[in-house]
């Protein structure tokens, strides 16, 4: 049995995600322990026990210590299989993370997969659904994998309530993903969302407006409202170049002007322009469980993070091979 320490590094619940994820693709039992040591409250949230549970489903595994404020899971894998899974988080915990754990395992069946899951898809810490689809997936797709994402209803802090249907043809046989060079900036799209409550006050507008007084290279601009549950507000944005994609997400807080929060996401994505790398630093670490299946790839990325650095600790325990970091350009190759 794989004995991982959940205190590794950043420490957060991306080495439990990442942990489950390879334990039911290769058939390896694990053990983590010390889960979320360092947060303000250790242990399993709601979000990292759906995802364990579901994977457990996915692959008609065993979990044994799975509940919320566990340090301490053990994890037994079965066969893997896809259908149609539903996954109600139960609060507004992130649906894009707990996608991090679910995706690699059904891309591994023999049949199509459908995932309909509830809870937060514009939420702090974690990329919104918009960052998902339009920079996530885009690597993913040309790495060989057919995902299809629709957001049916989106759910800020604190009720969550989101809806996302994801689909999931098998993808047995990924592609090799070397990047190194960006070629040529094509535009910048970015989309501004906001509970419809905020819509007097032309909170998506004035973002997208901040926005483009620091970045205003062509692209489409997308201000919109939509129904949610709780008042919430977020501004996403990414550069298609002809190599590659970089993005950034902030998402607003009470109290923050919508000029602020447009701004912040402007001089994010600037930052990542600025470092010359063909990922950004949240796509980063995000990449490599692909990576690591494919066996090899070379990627430079804006910054080598803790996230990056303890991914890639998880992996090399569950997959036969090695990452090396030469400035910023990370490789991966079979041992």
Known sequence: MIKVDGSHLEGGGQILRTSVALSA???????????????????LKPQHLKAIETVAKICNGKVKGGKIGSTEVEFSPGKVNGGKFDVDIGTAGSITLLLHALIPPVIHTKKKTEINLI????????????????????????????????VRKHGFYPRGGGKVRVRIQPSPNLKELELTKRGKLNRIDIWSISSRDLKEKKVSERQLKAFREILNEKGHEHAVYVDALSTGTSIHAHVHYSNTKLGADVLGEK?????EIGRECALLLKSQMDSGACLDRWMADQILPYMALTGSGKISVSEITDH?????WVIEKFLPVKFEINENVISCKTI
């Open 25 to 43: 693709i290769t058939g390896k039992p694990f053990k983590i322990y010390n889960i979320r040591k360092g947060r303000p409250r250790p242990g």
């Open 119 to 150: 809870g937060g898809t514009n939420v702090l810490w974690s990329p919104t659904t918009d960052f998902f689809r339009h920079v996530f997936c885009n690597f993913i797709d040309r790495m060989g994998v057919n995902i299809r994402v629709d």
């Open 255 to 259: 109290g923050k002007p919508a000029e």
């Open 308 to 312: 990056c650095k303890s991914n890639m």
